[in-house]
């Protein structure tokens, strides 16, 4: 792990880095982001920031060619945008908050749409470019876990989520989830959706983080 500079990334008094401070400086700094952006109770902040601040380093360290040397930037490890752990949890977060507005739809007594967690909703073949390119990045998931079994390689699961991610972002920012009018088609959205959080939430797992509830 380097620094902007390319050298080993060290103290400001010049020293290695020990690890708790590294993860502590991590973790003030993204405490400092949530605050700006006041998105969780103070009730919630420390857990929150925790599991960003975690991912921000798990995901910034195991993304990498194991056999290489990197450039440590808490900035960009820190960024809720590109290949980076916040990112990943904010997907998986967004993901969480559709579900739950759809779930609670299912208990208002004027004809709620069909509840997949209920009734076990199929998945409807792809009606739009994005809904297929997100089910053939889920299709992938077996062979990016032995990629990376097989070659020691967990910057092949990172490389994976980020592509997932990615292609949960463009579907549910195109296909209009919550407002779909067919209540089959509603439901196959939903059940999609709630796939892709499965996954990556099994993901981020094995590379040892979790998500939030929000964020």
């Not at 993204?30 to 103070?42: A, G, L, R």
């Not at 960003?52 to 960009?76: C, E, Q």
């Not at 990629?147 to 549910?172: G, M, Q």
Request: proline residues 6%; aromatic residues 10%.
């Amino acid at each position: 792990m380097n620094g902007k500079d390319g050298k080993p990334f060290k103290t400001r008094a010049g020293g290695v880095m020990r690890l708790e401070t590294l993860i502590a400086d991590v973790t003030d700094y993204v405490t400092s982001k949530i605050k700006e952006n006041q998105t969780v109770s103070d009730e919630e902040l420390p857990q929150t920031a925790k599991c960003i601040a975690m991912a921000a380093l798990k995901y910034g360290d195991l993304s990498n060619l194991p056999t290489k040397d990197y450039v440590f930037d808490l900035d960009r490890f820190s960024s809720f945008e590109g290949n980076t752990g916040p990112y990943i949890l904010y997907t998986i977060v967004r993901i969480k908050s559709i579900l739950a507005k759809y779930g609670d739809w299912a208990h208002l007594p004027i004809q709620p749409p069909a509840n997949p967690f209920a009734k076990g909703a199929q998945l409807l073949p792809p009606e739009s470019a994005e809904q297929k390119q997100l089910m053939l990045v889920l299709s992938r998931m077996s062979d990016a876990l032995w990629t990376a079994y097989r070659d020691s390689a967990p910057n092949a699961v990172c490389a994976y989520i980020y592509e997932l991610a990615t292609a949960a972002n463009k579907f549910y920012h195109d296909v209009k989830i919550l407002t779909e009018p067919d209540e089959k088609k509603q439901a196959s959205y939903a059940a999609l959706i709630d796939l892709t959080r499965g996954v990556l939430e099994t993901c981020i797992d094995l590379l040892g983080f979790s998500a939030p509830e929000r964020m």
